[in-house]
């Protein structure tokens, strides 16, 4: 069964400090994985996207890595900001014929502090 | 436009009702996504729109939901005689393959049944 497990549920932080959000998957066959960013009220917006051959990947203070041996993949908050308080969504993509399904996972919630 | 929007942004009725949401994607996408998403939990896939066909209608999760899309723009999901479980925040996406299949995601609406 395809699935997306996202860890911690929940994080809280202080204000400048880094995190680490994790994300395995037991999706096949893979065809990329994305990071999410999902404001309260808001859809969610895209970080990062990642294909097989990719290990890592930035954008701004997000860093997302990927190791499509063990299936599992991270995105790493450098200096954090009040702002950056919001959930995070692993999500990814396997091949169905005409369509790419996406599998979402259950997003970690991260709280930044001041 | 800009971005995609859906209407209502909030919808409350009550149980037994049939309600309408709508969407509009980002104009030249071709792919449009609904997504249902209950508090606290991930985003549930319902349907999956090329051009106004849906090939992929498996996430729907019963004969009282439906949706049509027109156009090849707007696209409505209409839920028939409401229940309360049917109460969550239904997300519309599209994408476009010139942008990497990537799915920008509106704002959603959020359904309550009382």
């Known amino acids: 069964k395809n699935q997306v497990e996202q860890s911690p549920q929940s994080l809280i932080i202080l204000e400048g400090k880094n995190c680490t959000l994790q994300c395995n998957y037991t999706v096949s066959p893979f065809s990329n994985l994305r990071w999410y960013k999902q404001d309260t009220g808001r859809g969610p917006v895209s970080l990062t996207i990642?294909?097989?051959?990719?290990n890592t990947k930035s954008n701004g203070r997000y860093t997302a890595t990927l190791d499509a041996d063990t299936k599992q993949s991270s995105l790493h908050i450098t200096a954090s900001q009040l702002s950056d308080s919001a959930s995070y969504i692993c999500v990814v993509s396997a091949y169905g014929g005409a369509t790419n399904k996406l599998i979402f996972g259950t997003g970690t919630l991260l709280a930044v502090q001041p | 436009g800009a971005g995609v929007s859906q209407s209502p942004s909030n919808k409350v009725t009550e149980k037994g009702k049939d309600v309408e949401l709508r969407c509009d994607p980002i104009?030249?996408?071709?792919?449009l996504y609904w997504y249902r998403q209950r508090l606290g939990q991930g985003l549930e896939f319902l349907i999956y729109?090329?051009?106004?066909?849906?090939?992929?209608k498996s996430g729907l999760p019963s004969d009282r939901f439906s949706a049509e899309r027109t156009g090849e723009s707007v696209s409505t999901l209409t839920i028939q005689r409401t229940q309360q479980e049917d109460s969550a925040v239904y997300l519309c996406?599209?994408?476009?393959?010139?942008?990497?299949?990537?799915?920008?995601f509106g704002p959603g609406t959020r359904l309550t049944v009382l």
């Open positions: 996406a599209s994408s476009s393959y010139l942008q990497d299949n990537e799915q920008f």
């Open positions: 104009s030249g996408h071709t792919a």
């Open positions: 990642m294909t097989f051959s990719e």
């Open positions: 729109f090329q051009g106004n066909s849906a090939p992929d």
